[in-house]
C-alpha cells in the first residue's frame, strides 16, 4: 500500500422499512431507501497509528478493527471524515448507512471491491442492520440467519417525514423481551402487507406498496407508540398521499406521496408548512426514495440537500 491511499463512498439512509415483522418466528424487514446519505472519506496512512475519528462514531471504530482483523493488516490506520451524516435514533438506518460508507471507502483505499455481500457481513456483524448496501428494495433477515433477497427496484416516490423527538437504539429495541410475542401476534398481518408490497414493487405501484407500508406501521404501534399516528394517516390522505411508512424501530413515520400533482415546489412548500403547523414536529423534511446501493461519488465535497 501506497503512505497514503484515499477512499470516498457514500449509503443512502432509509425512511424506515415498507414491512417489517416476522415469518415463522424468524425477523426481516423490507427496506425503503432514500435521497439521504451517509458519506464518508477515508484516509490509511502507513505512518499513522490507531484511528482518528469524529466524536461518537463507535460503530465505525469497531468495523474498522474488524476489517484489520479480517484483512490480517494489523498496522492499519488512518483518518475518518464524514461528508454527509444522517439524523440519528430516528430509524433513517444512520448506523447502518455510517458502518457501510466506512468499510466501502477504506476497501476502495485499498483497491478492493466493495460488494453489498461483504458490506452487509460487516454491518450484521456490529448490529442489526437495514439492507441500503444493496441496490433496488431489498428483504433481509437483520437479526438472524441474514439471508437477503432483492425484490425490484426503488418504486419512486415522495416521502413527507416528521417525528416529536426522543431517539430509540436499534440493538435494544430488537432486545426487547416481548418483540418475539409480538411478531407472533401479528405475523398474518405482516405476510399480508409483504405480499402487497411484492405486488407493489413488481408492478411499479406505490399504492399497493403505502398500503403494505401502512398495514406494517400499524401493527407496530403495539411495540412502537407514535401517539399521532391516527391523525396524521387521515391528514395524508387526505392530501392526496396514499398512506404511511414508518420506522419500525426508530420516532420516524413519514407520508407517501406519488410524484405526479407533487412536483411544484410551492406544493411541497405548502405541504411542510401545513404540517409543520398541524402536527408540531420536532423534525420535519421530504425525501424522495432512492435506487439504494453504495454510490461511489465523483466529487470531493457534497452536501444533503432538502
Known amino acids: 500500500m501506497m503512505d497514503l491511499a484515499i477512499g470516498l463512498a457514500r449509503c443512502p439512509g432509509t425512511c ?6 416476522a415469518r415463522k418466528g424468524i425477523p426481516f424487514l423490507v427496506d425503503c431507501p432514500i435521497d439521504r446519505f451517509s458519506e464518508a472519506r477515508v484516509t490509511l496512512d502507513m505512518h499513522a497509528t490507531g484511528w482518528d475519528l469524529p466524536l461518537g462514531k463507535t460503530k465505525a471504530l469497531q468495523v474498522l478493527e474488524l476489517i484489520k482483523e479480517d484483512l490480517s493488516l494489523p498496522s492499519l490506520s488512518g483518518k475518518v471524515e464524514f461528508l454527509q451524516q444522517l439524523p440519528e435514533g430516528k430509524g433513517m438506518a ?12 477504506t476497501l476502495i483505499a485499498l483497491g478492493e471491491d466493495p460488494v453489498p455481500e461483504r458490506l452487509a457481513h460487516f454491518a450484521l456483524r456490529i448490529e442489526p442492520s437495514d439492507s441500503v448496501m444493496f441496490p433496488g428494495i431489498t428483504e433481509i433477515e437483520h437479526v438472524i440467519r441474514h439471508k437477503h433477497r432483492l425484490l ?4 419512486p416516490a415522495l416521502f413527507l417525514a416528521l417525528d416529536w423527538g426522543g431517539a430509540i437504539d436499534t440493538r435494544v429495541f430488537n432486545a426487547r423481551p416481548g418483540l418475539a410475542k409480538h411478531y407472533r401476534r ?3 398481518e405482516i405476510a399480508r402487507a409483504y405480499g402487497l408490497a411484492r405486488e ?5 405501484d406505490l399504492e399497493k ?11 407496530n404501534l403495539a411495540i412502537n407508540i407514535k401517539s399521532q399516528f391516527e391523525t396524521f394517516l387521515m391528514w395524508v390522505l387526505q392530501k392526496g398521499g396514499l398512506g404511511v411508512v414508518t420506522a419500525h424501530s426508530g420516532t420516524l413515520l413519514a407520508g407517501v406521496f406519488p410524484l405526479d400533482g407533487f412536483s411544484s415546489q410551492e406544493v411541497r412548500k405548502n405541504l411542510l408548512l401545513e404540517a409543520h403547523q398541524r402536527f408540531t414536529p420536532a423534525y420535519l423534511d421530504l425525501f424522495h426514495s432512492h435506487s439504494g446501493g453504495i454510490v461511489v461519488p465523483k466529487k470531493e465535497i457534497t452536501e444533503n440537500r432538502g
Open 16 to 21: 424506515g422499512e415498507w414491512v417489517q415483522g
Open 186 to 188: 401479528y405475523e398474518a
Open 94 to 105: 444512520s448506523s447502518t448507512a455510517d458502518i457501510t460508507a466506512v468499510v466501502s471507502a
Open 200 to 204: 407493489g414493487i413488481n408492478q411499479i
Open 209 to 219: 406498496l403505502a398500503v403494505a407500508g401502512t398495514i406494517s406501521a400499524r401493527c
Open 152 to 155: 425490484g427496484p426503488s418504486v
